[in-house]
Structures are given as C-alpha cells and as structure tokens.
C-alpha cells in the first residue's frame, strides 16, 4: 500500500460515518497531512451542515502548516454554493498545497469544477487514489446521479425450502433476532422502505427502526385500488408515509397519497422518489412486488436470508438471474448478497 493509498483509506473510514446522516449528499472523508504525519481529519456528518473539508480544516491546530500540507479527500471538493460555501474555494483560501481526490463528483454542479478551481489557483492536483473503494462506498449517491433514481437494494427472507409465506400470506418468523436487528440497521442505512398491500396488510409491519439507532426511513407502500384499513401500523402517522395508488393525490399529516397514471408503474414511483431526492430504497415485499422489480431489472442488490425453518408448502421465494457474490452466517441463518451488474 502506497503513502497515498494508506492516508486515502482512513479518509474512507471517516466518511463512513455519514452512513445515515448526509443523504441525498455523498459521504465524504478528508485527511490532512503535513511531514508525513496526519494534522486534521473530518467528515460530512449531517445533512445541511458542514462538508468533510471543512471539518478537517478546522481540527488544524497549528494552520500555518496548510501551505505546505496535502488533503486527502474521497471525493471531488464541492464548486457550487449549496447548503454550504464551496470547499473549493476553502481549500484555495487557506492555500493548501496539494490536493489527492480519490474520485470526481458526477453531480453537474461539480463535475470536474472543482478540480478546476484548485489546479487554477497553482494547487498540485492528483484523482484516482482508491477510486474503486469510494465509488463502492457512494454507489447509492452515484446511481442516483447517473440513473435519476434511488439505489434499490431487494430483501427477503426465505425458508429453508424456498417459501416466503405460508399460503394465507403469514410469514413470522422465518429469521432469528440477529437477522431481524441486521435488518433493522439496514433500515437506519436507507432513505426509504417500500412494501405491497399483502405484505402490510398479512404482516402490519411498522417498517421503523426498533433494534438499532438511526433514522426511520420514509415509509412508502403500494396500495392501487385503497383497500388497506387504516388501523395499520403503516398508517399510525409517527413517520412520514407515502401510499402510491391509482385513486387519488392527497395530503395528510404524516401521510401522502400519490397517484399512479399506470397500476405498479415502477418507473412512476422511482421517478417521484428521484424528485423528492431519496438516494436509496430498500424494497421488503412480498413476492410478487419484487419479483416485478426483478422482472424489470430495476435492482441493484439483493440480500436474502434463508432461515432454518421449512413450510412445505406455501409462496415461493423470488429467483435471482444469478449466483450470489457473498454470504454470511448469522445464528444458523444464512444471509446471501447478490449484485445486479
């Protein structure tokens, strides 16, 4: 591992803990470094509040080395005026001698502007270091950016014999507590949880975070014809839901009805989502919801667990076109990924 690389890496780890707090911004990393020896860190931990460089420059103790020091950012300082002024522009104020930016921001506003800004000011410039490794990390942010809609990541449970429900729809429990609480953390992850009618009506789920510490997501189902009772969990009005339908466009508190031209027009509702800037989904079911987002190639990632238990009959799980990349034991679960290149 080059110089470069090792400084790029604890970068990387700082943005990550953004995860949950930034979107629809990216996480971002930054690490200042002067004699080979770290001087200033920070990280983007908030939505609206400050941006990775600007936490790191502040933790400078002594700032008079920024002349001669190089900032290590995981992604391409921002050009415009936002939420925040641009770090650009700071990065040139406080004259920073170097600049080393793992990958370019595919967001218009930024998009090679602000390597433009350093490199017109005389700062040394260099783009690529563990490209990869930050494209991976902000995948949710690139996807939206480069596809106008939200990352979608597939989840279910199965049972060992290849059901997702009994045949009256009942599904409690298929996984063990470790499962359900990774699955809570998923949720404190991502922007938004979408459901079926079957799913919210056979399992009244809550779709909140209850097993971990984070932010609920935007909860959102799919009922075209309002035939969901409204004494369910999904409509209790403790978290911002939407309830996609084909009936009617109305506002409550708490709770949005959005109307489809077309019943299940997946594009309809990714195209609302990308409007309301929800960087990523994570769809929970039922069957038939995801096998729609799988029929239509509108996924990302899937992750599967498979439980212990076994139903000898009722309804089957989806089918993946492909092998999963990666799985992980929990507890006797098996938890499958799966990615849609």
């Not at 799919?222 to 084909?246: A, H, M, Q, V, W």
Request: hydrophobic share 40%; proline share 5%; net charge negative.
């Amino acid at each position: 591992m080059t110089r470069d690389e090792m400084y790029m890496r604890r970068a990387l780890e700082l943005a990550e803990l953004g995860r949950g707090s930034v979107s629809p911004n990216p996480m971002v990393g930054c690490v200042i470094v002067y004699a080979d020896q770290i001087i200033g860190e920070g990280y983007h931990r908030q939505y609206g509040e400050a941006h990775a460089e600007v936490n790191a420059i502040h933790s400078v103790k002594q700032p008079e080395l920024l002349s001669e020091a190089t900032a290590y950012v995981t992604l391409e300082p921002c050009a415009h005026f936002g939420k925040t002024p641009p770090c650009a522009n700071l990065l040139v104020e406080k004259k920073i001698k170097s600049v080393v930016i793992a990958t370019m921001d595919s967001n218009p506003l930024v998009g090679g502007k602000g390597v433009k800004i350093l490199e017109d000011a005389g700062i040394k410039v260099k783009v690529g270091v563990l490209e990869a490794d930050a494209r991976a990390q902000n995948r949710r942010f690139f996807t939206q950016m480069n596809l106008q809609r939200p990352y979608i990541i597939l989840k279910w449970a199965q049972t060992q014999d290849g059901f997702v429900a009994r045949k009256d729809f009942s599904s409690k429990w298929i996984s063990n507590p470790a499962s359900r609480q990774m699955v809570h953390r998923w949720r404190a992850e991502e922007d938004a949880i979408l459901v079926g009618k079957n799913t919210a009506k056979y399992d009244d789920p809550s779709l909140n975070v209850r097993d971990w510490v984070g932010n609920d997501p935007l909860r959102l189902v799919i009922d075209s014809r309002l035939e969901l009772t409204k004494g369910l969990n999904l409509f209790n009005g403790t978290i911002p839901t939407i309830c996609y339908n084909t009936q009617k466009s109305e506002k409550q508190e708490n709770l949005e009805y959005v109307k489809l031209i077309e019943d299940f027009s997946l594009e309809e509702l990714l195209s609302d989502l990308n409007q309301r800037k929800v960087q990523s989904l994570i769809v929970e079911g039922g069957a038939f919801l995801l096998n729609k987002f799988i029929s239509a190639e509108l996924w990302d990632e899937a992750r599967v667990f498979t439980g212990q238990s076994k139903f000898g009959e009722g309804i089957p799980a989806p089918v993946l076109p492909s092998p999963s990349q990666n799985e992980l034991e929990l507890e006797g679960d098996i938890l499958r990924f799966y990615y849609h290149v």
